[in-house]
């Protein structure tokens, strides 16, 4: 997995033409592939934590269809016998690769099937833009994992997701776009999960489902992977703006994650496919000094996990 971080205020010119910093925001890349026959052992591991919390993956749903395609895909390369398997048992396998890293770690418990049971509500193909609760689900259970990989102490918990963080208490409000139509709504929503205990809030925003639907993004080099990526953040950043500045402005949640993940087709590199996110970090300045204070330690340690 290849990670990397780039960090850059932002400024405003004002009617005199002069530039101020109107606030700061970061970017984050990682990068992440396995062999098939390591995502085809993830789809069994997958299978049997389904078992152990009592559930079972029909074999109607598309989850089912991921974990039979990745097989597919890695007995013909297993077996140099590639006629079986297609572009399309690729991105299978791409997709099984995300689910099975986010969902795995969860273990057994009540929550863990709670949660399994979520992933099973709804379409959870990651190429159609079909609204589903298995995606909004797929939302909070892979930023866990990114920040639990990071070193972070993160768990599933109200508003979504907590962090314990130099013993400060981090809430953070998982939001998945389907549209840009009711951004406002979906923000105010979002602000309003966080309770009082939190010493500062997190709306993490997940754009996958703003990327053209059934496509895949072919580039030539990942430079241009990551470029096109992040204008996916910068534009919906850029165009909602004023609404993130109207709720993060009262302070109860003073920053937001925006994050967009692709299966990216680079022809040059090994492997060829492979899944890509871009996050970026965008907080406004003003703050009390030690929220920012807080705030700015904590996106420092992320700054370090992508060093």
Known sequence: MKKRAEHSPIFTATPSGVLVQTGSQSDFTVEASSSYLAIKQRGIELQELFRK??????????????IDDTTT?????????????????????SQLDRVATAALPLGVSSQA???LGDLLSGSLDLLNRERSKAKDTLWELELWQI???????????????????EGKNIGIACKKFYSENNVAKVLSQAVSQFESDFDFGIVAINLDDLTPAN????????????????????????????????????????CTLISTAVIVDVPNTKPRFFN????????????????????????NAVNAAHA
């Not at 895909?73 to 396998?93: G, Y």
């Not at 890509?276 to 996106?299: C, D, H, T, Y």
């Open 215 to 254: 496509t895949i993004l072919k580039v030539n080099s990942t430079n241009q992977m990551s470029q096109m990526i992040n204008q996916v953040n910068y534009s919906f950043m850029e165009s909602h703006e004023r609404h993130l500045r109207r709720y993060l402005e009262p302070g109860r949640a003073i």
């Open 53 to 66: 919390n009592g559930l079972q993956i029909p074999p109607s749903s598309y989850l089912a269809k991921l």
């Open 73 to 93: 895909l890695s007995d013909s390369w297993l077996c140099n016998d590639q006629s079986r398997a297609t572009a399309f048992h690729l991105f299978s396998a």
């Open 147 to 165: 920040l639990s990989r990071m070193g972070m102490q993160a768990a599933l918990a109200e508003p979504d997701i907590t962090v314990l963080f």
């Open 113 to 115: 099937k709670g949660l």
């Open 276 to 299: 890509s996110r871009q996050s970026i970090v965008w907080n406004i300045p003003g703050l009390p000094p030690e929220k920012e204070a807080q705030m700015r330690r904590f996106f």
